[in-house]
């Protein structure tokens, strides 16, 4: 009897120990702490982007290292209350530099803001990579995209007019194109945008009137065949955009994942997995 309890305490510890094992490893790729290069240390650099006239507040979590390194531009949403600033901690501390901005006309970046604008600003913090890829490090074959909510629209959007970006990371998507269906979800839309003050806008009606007018634009099922040949990740809190996934699915000659998981809209409790599958995707 003795023996025997022995025994299964020592499974008991045995098992205890393998969990706690399994935690520490899982935890080691997110959690690291950065031995710093001292000819060139990570490090945190203001960014004032130009996009057609205006200035774009952003930040650019340099990587550790002398060398360029391959970069991920964060796409927050509507009106950005989410940034994902956990997961860029994490990319910059797996050598990529991560850049964040904020959109025309939000969070005190200048101009108008418009779903519009936001894909135009991103081709604009692209092309601002490009001219200054030496002064930031930046491997400018090595871009990718990572976009939350309406992020996810404005990353998809932007992937088909950034012919050099091949990759991209849609979560969440908001097709902006959906308020177009319903008068009632329209309205409550155009009422929700008049108390975002942190968005510079004419008005919640002026800021939807454009989807209105030209909803193809808008509807991210016809990006598909612009987006065939892009490595794309699609991942949602619960199955909103199927046809816009088979649609792209269908097309896609790259490499396409779409999965619907057990979670909130900002992938709250599932952050270590968001952060894993988004390294794993990078380094694909």
């Given at each position: 009897m003795?023996?025997?309890?022995?025994?299964?305490?020592?499974?008991?510890?045995?098992?205890?120990?393998?969990?706690?094992?399994?935690q520490?490893?899982?935890?080691?790729?997110?959690?690291?702490?950065?031995?710093?290069?001292?000819?060139?240390?990570?490090?945190?650099?203001?960014?004032?982007?130009?996009?057609?006239?205006?200035?774009?507040?952003?930040?650019i979590?340099?990587?550790?290292?002398?060398?360029?390194?391959?970069?991920?531009?964060?796409?927050h949403?509507?009106?950005?209350?989410e940034?994902?600033?956990?997961?860029?901690?994490?990319?910059?501390?797996?050598g990529?530099?991560?850049?964040?901005f904020?959109?025309r006309?939000?969070?005190?970046?200048?101009?108008?803001?418009?779903?519009?604008?936001?894909?135009?600003?991103?081709?604009?913090?692209v092309?601002?990579?490009?001219?200054?890829?030496?002064?930031?490090?930046?491997?400018?074959?090595?871009?990718?995209?990572?976009?939350?909510?309406?992020?996810?629209?404005?990353?998809?959007?932007?992937?088909?007019?950034?012919?050099?970006?091949?990759k991209?990371?849609?979560?969440?998507?908001?097709?902006?194109?959906?308020?177009?269906?319903?008068?009632?979800?329209?309205?409550?839309?155009?009422?929700?945008?008049?108390?975002?003050?942190?968005?510079?806008?004419?008005?919640?009606?002026?800021?939807?009137?454009?989807?209105?007018?030209?909803?193809?634009?808008?509807?991210?099922?016809?990006?598909?065949?612009?987006?065939?040949?892009?490595?794309?990740?699609?991942?949602?809190?619960?199955?909103?955009?199927?046809?816009?996934?088979?649609?792209i699915?269908?097309?896609?000659?790259?490499?396409?994942?779409?999965?619907?998981?057990?979670?909130?809209?900002?992938?709250?409790?599932?952050?270590?997995?968001?952060?894993?599958?988004?390294?794993?995707?990078?380094?694909?």
């Amino acid at each position: 009897m003795q023996k025997a309890t022995i025994f299964l305490l020592f499974i008991a510890t045995l098992i205890i120990h393998n969990k706690v094992l399994s935690q520490n490893l899982t935890d080691s790729i997110v959690l690291r702490d950065i031995e710093w290069d001292k000819s060139s240390p990570a490090g945190t650099r203001e960014l004032t982007i130009p996009s057609d006239g205006s200035l774009l507040q952003g930040f650019i979590y340099k990587a550790n290292g002398v060398q360029k390194h391959p970069t991920l531009i964060l796409l927050h949403g509507y009106p950005g209350n989410e940034r994902n600033l956990d997961l860029a901690q994490v990319v910059r501390g797996n050598g990529w530099n991560v850049i964040y901005f904020n959109y025309r006309g939000s969070w005190g970046s200048q101009g108008e803001f418009s779903f519009k604008h936001c894909v135009e600003d991103v081709v604009n913090v692209v092309a601002f990579c490009k001219k200054y890829a030496d002064s930031l490090q930046i491997d400018t074959s090595r871009i990718a995209l990572f976009g939350h909510s309406m992020g996810g629209w404005v990353c998809l959007k932007a992937l088909q007019q950034l012919p050099d970006v091949k990759k991209g990371v849609a979560v969440s998507a908001w097709n902006i194109f959906d308020v177009t269906s319903n008068n009632q979800v329209l309205a409550t839309r155009e009422k929700k945008a008049e108390e975002y003050f942190v968005l510079n806008k004419k008005s919640g009606k002026d800021l939807f009137k454009p989807v209105l007018g030209n909803p193809e634009y808008y509807n991210l099922t016809n990006t598909a065949e612009a987006l065939s040949q892009k490595q794309i990740i699609m991942l949602e809190e619960y199955q909103r955009n199927p046809s816009v996934a088979d649609a792209i699915k269908n097309k896609n000659k790259a490499f396409f994942e779409y999965d619907v998981w057990q979670t909130d809209h900002s992938f709250t409790n599932k952050r270590v997995a968001l952060i894993k599958k988004v390294l794993a995707f990078l380094d694909k």
